[in-house]
């Protein structure tokens, strides 16, 4: 994919957040970008060496000018997507989670047994995803390997950063029996073939793939399987993803099997190590809290999914000061949305009922809200859609800092059907910010590069 012609230095205005809580607005700066795709310098525009360095990328060629009216935002890390699910997202989000299983989902994902439908369906779920500025994601593929070791090669061939797993699911009590692992024995030796087949595809890959074992979570899932997949994390070191603590039903399900909830049953089963990915966890308690900050556990806050299947929202607020890492997921399709812009909106959003309440017919204080030092900013919201999931998976990314990944997104404020220029009033970088996070559409999203390489083009079309 790369190119002769392959810019090294980007000229423009970025906005990015190397800290939680606060942002930076990089004003005509020159950013250098090295062969393999990471920051070398930053430069910013009152250093005296701009104007050299400037001189010399543009006499060699190798400048990318953002232009008049676009800025530059870190490419998205979203955290926790179902490839397979892809065909139907928006679908049935009104029916309770066990029917959306049995009658929509479980029937979907049977079909990726067959690899053409999926490399079909994945080339366009990557290319929508890139579209919408995600350059990593975090993928739970379907429970078949070789459907899923081809969404780790479209993503490479594509330029997509990828962490992607096959989904272990083996219970033939929980599992229809058209749609499950053959055992617990074959369901570790699929991942083990996985790690090894998508670890060499990530040696290959420009921007990265690595494997990830993926139980789908502990209710689908045998106890023989689960102390399988624990050993496979020991010995290879390989990430882990899974559902923890997402609903009413699973919480109570785990509690009765093992007298011990989620968290704790998949901390001994070896499955919580660090920069391993738990979805959801709205019912974390500070305790279990606590556990996950010592063992480096990650949380994929999935703000959208929540609202549908989990009669809570994650306060994410809580885990930040337990010092637990978190980053953002579309979770297509219990989320509706593959755009990590629509998940930064519903972040916020649900921080706001979550601090205060929601049933206005009780007294304020009875309303069950969590008060004051709940509710998420714009600008936190957006930095757990970027840095935030560059820290919870313990990579350098989605800062313009030196040493990270170059990956960019390039937003055009002046789209004939989406203007955010706000006709000039109110337009300090805050409120150019705002209203690129909250209101720009696909089509704001021009240019998309990954680890330094273009990877998708709509001025060219
Ligand atoms: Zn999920």
Same mark, same amino acid.
């Given at each position: 994919?790369?190119?002769?012609?392959?810019?090294?230095?980007?000229?423009?205005?970025?906005f990015?957040?190397?800290?939680?809580?606060s942002f930076?607005?990089?004003e005509?700066?020159?950013?250098e970008?090295?062969e393999?795709?990471?920051?070398?310098r930053?430069i910013?525009?009152?250093d005296?060496?701009q104007?050299? /360095?400037?001189?010399?990328?543009r006499e060699? &060629?190798?400048?990318?000018?953002?232009?008049? &009216?676009?800025? #530059?935002?870190p490419?998205? $890390?979203?955290?926790?997507?179902?490839?397979? +699910?892809w065909?139907?997202?928006?679908?049935?989000?009104?029916?309770p989670?066990?029917?959306? *299983?049995?009658?929509?989902?479980?029937?979907l994902?049977?079909?990726f047994a067959?690899?053409d439908?999926?490399?079909?369906?994945?080339?366009?779920?990557?290319?929508?995803?890139l579209?919408?500025?995600?350059?990593?994601?975090v993928?739970?593929g379907s429970?078949h390997?070789?459907?899923t $070791?081809? *969404?780790?090669e479209?993503?490479?061939?594509?330029?997509q950063r990828?962490l992607?797993g096959?989904t272990?699911?083996?219970?033939?009590?929980a599992?229809?029996?058209y749609y499950?692992?053959?055992?617990p024995?074959?369901?570790?030796?699929?991942?083990e073939?996985?790690?090894?087949e998508?670890?060499?595809?990530? %040696?290959?890959?420009r921007?990265?793939a690595?494997?990830?074992?993926?139980?789908?979570?502990i209710?689908?899932?045998?106890d023989?399987?689960?102390r399988?997949?624990?050993? *496979?994390a020991? =010995?290879? #070191?390989?990430y882990?993803?899974t559902h923890?603590?997402?609903?009413q039903w699973?919480?109570d399900?785990?509690?009765?099997?093992?007298?011990?909830?989620?968290?704790?049953?998949?901390?001994d089963? &070896?499955?919580?190590?660090?920069?391993?990915?738990m979805?959801?966890?709205?019912?974390?308690?500070e305790?279990?809290?606590?556990m996950? /900050?010592?063992?480096?556990?990650?949380?994929?806050?999935?703000?959208?999914?929540?609202?549908?299947f =989990?009669?809570?929202?994650a306060?994410?607020?809580?885990?930040r000061?337990q #010092?637990?890492?978190v980053?953002?997921?579309?979770?297509?399709s219990?989320?509706?949305?593959? =755009?990590?812009?629509?998940?930064?909106? +519903?972040a916020?959003?649900?921080s706001?009922?979550l601090?205060?309440?929601?049933?206005?017919?009780?007294?304020?204080?009875?309303?069950?809200?969590?008060?004051e030092?709940?509710?998420?900013?714009?600008?936190?919201?957006?930095?757990l859609?970027t840095?935030?999931?560059?820290?919870?998976?313990?990579?350098?990314?989605?800062?313009f800092?030196?040493g %990270?990944a170059?990956d960019? +997104?390039?937003i055009? $404020?002046k789209?004939?059907?989406?203007d *955010?220029? &706000?006709f000039? $009033?109110f337009?300090?970088?805050i409120? %150019?910010l705002?209203?690129i996070?909250?209101?720009?559409?696909?089509?704001?999203?021009r +240019?998309?590069f =990954?680890q #330094?390489?273009?990877?998708?083009?709509?001025?060219? %079309?």
């Amino acid at each position: 994919m790369e190119k002769a012609t392959q810019p090294r230095a980007f000229y423009g205005s970025f906005f990015h957040t190397p800290e939680y809580g606060s942002f930076e607005y990089l004003e005509r700066a020159l950013i250098e970008v090295g062969e393999d795709g990471a920051i070398e310098r930053v430069i910013a525009h009152d250093d005296p060496n701009q104007a050299a /360095a400037l001189a010399k990328v543009r006499e060699a &060629g190798t400048l990318y000018e953002l232009g008049e &009216g676009r800025f #530059g935002l870190p490419g998205f $890390v979203d955290i926790h997507i179902h490839s397979p +699910q892809w065909p139907q997202a928006a679908l049935a989000l009104d029916e309770p989670l066990y029917r959306w *299983l049995d009658e929509r989902t479980f029937p979907l994902e049977s079909k990726f047994a067959d690899v053409d439908f999926a490399k079909k369906v994945y080339s366009d779920l990557v290319d929508q995803l890139l579209a919408r500025g995600s350059t990593t994601a975090v993928y739970l593929g379907s429970a078949h390997l070789e459907a899923t $070791v081809a *969404l780790a090669e479209i993503c490479a061939e594509r330029g997509q950063r990828t962490l992607v797993g096959k989904t272990v699911m083996d219970d033939p009590k929980a599992n229809p029996d058209y749609y499950r692992d053959a055992s617990p024995e074959q369901a570790v030796r699929d991942t083990e073939t996985l790690i090894r087949e998508v670890e060499a595809i990530g %040696r290959k890959s420009r921007a990265g793939a690595w494997p990830v074992i993926t139980p789908r979570f502990i209710p689908s899932c045998t106890d023989e399987v689960l102390r399988g997949l624990g050993n *496979l994390a020991e =010995s290879t #070191g390989a990430y882990v993803q899974t559902h923890c603590n997402e609903g009413q039903w699973e919480h109570d399900v785990v509690l009765e099997r093992f007298g011990k909830t989620d968290p704790y049953a998949l901390r001994d089963f &070896g499955l919580l190590r660090e920069h391993s990915i738990m979805a959801h966890c709205p019912y974390l308690t500070e305790e279990e809290g606590e556990m996950f /900050a010592e063992l480096g556990v990650a949380v994929a806050h999935c703000p959208t999914a929540n609202s549908y299947f =989990s009669s809570a929202v994650a306060p994410v607020q809580r885990f930040r000061s337990q #010092g637990i890492h978190v980053g953002l997921g579309t979770d297509i399709s219990g989320g509706y949305s593959p =755009s990590m812009y629509e998940n930064i909106r +519903q972040a916020v959003l649900v921080s706001r009922l979550l601090e205060t309440g929601v049933n206005a017919q009780l007294p304020p204080e009875e309303r069950g809200g969590l008060g004051e030092g709940t509710r998420l900013s714009l600008v936190e919201s957006f930095w757990l859609a970027t840095a935030g999931g560059a820290e919870a998976l313990g990579l350098p990314l989605a800062t313009f800092e030196p040493g %990270r990944a170059f990956d960019l +997104q390039v937003i055009d $404020v002046k789209r004939p059907d989406s203007d *955010l220029t &706000g006709f000039g $009033v109110f337009d300090e970088p805050i409120d %150019r910010l705002a209203r690129i996070l909250y209101l720009s559409t696909p089509d704001n999203v021009r +240019q998309v590069f =990954s680890q #330094g390489v273009l990877v998708c083009d709509k001025d060219a %079309r």
